[in-house]
Structure formats: structure tokens, C-alpha cells
């Protein structure tokens, strides 16, 4: 599937310059669901994108197995990123997968699956202690 290729062309290289190519990317009513928030439509996905991209200092995707079935798709994938205000400014690794669907050779579903506690809130000062004893205090 061509948009899949697209797909994960686009998710190698995400930076601020590569939002230009969303409208190859998603149809222009994209549902695109992460465990932050739901977005619909074309311009709140680059509104999000372009948001989340501001103050990461670095952002790459290792693309770990592509599973590709019909109109669908099964993405597995490591984001690593770099926030100055997360980790002191350290390197962040998440593991996710990405879910889509897609419509004339465009993506219109995505939901994304990930940890959004090891992505951000276990970096934050004494959050971060609280919720790593929390999951200590969960697995014994």
C-alpha cells in the first residue's frame, strides 16, 4: 500500500518541515486518536503536529514491524525524542503501535497506543517519582 509507504517515510523524518506533507499523508477528515486527545480533520492534526513539534529539540521513529491487511494496517514503532523540560533534556524512548485505516490511498483512521506515562509523565520532578512507586507498588 502506497500510503503505508508514505506512512512510514513521513514518520522517519518528522520535524517541523515535514508537516508540509499531511495533505499527502491523510485525507482531509482524518480521525487521529493518541491517549492525549481525539483530532478530526486535516487542519487539528496539523495544529497538534505542529504543537507538539515546537519544543521537541529532536524527534525520530524506528519502524519495528508493518503489518498491512486490506484497507488496513498494523504499525509497530519506537519514538525517540528529546524535550527540554522532560528528563533533563535526555533522550526518551516509547514503544507504540499505530492503527489506520485507509481510504482512495489516504490515511483516515489513526490511533495511536503508547505509554503516554513513560513518554512524559514519569520525567516530570516528583510526578515522575510518584507514578515509578506506583507501578513498583502495582508489579509486586
Known sequence: MEAVERFVDFYKKLDTQSLKELADLYSEDIVFV????????????????????ENVSECSFDIQQVDEFDSRA?????MHFRH???????????????QLEMTANKISYQRDYYDLGSM??????????????LKGRLAS
Do not use: M
Open 34 to 53: 493518541d491517549p492525549v486527545k481525539e483530532h478530526r480533520g486535516l487542519v487539528n492534526v496539523r495544529h497538534y503536529f505542529a504543537q507538539l513539534l
Open 74 to 78: 498494523v504499525i509497530t514503532w519506537v
Open 84 to 98: 527540554p523540560k522532560l528528563k533533563a533534556g535526555k533522550n526518551i524512548s516509547v514503544q507504540g503501535i499505530s
Open 120 to 133: 512524559c509523565y514519569e520525567h516530570i520532578p516528583v510526578l515522575g517519582s510518584v507514578i515509578r512507586y
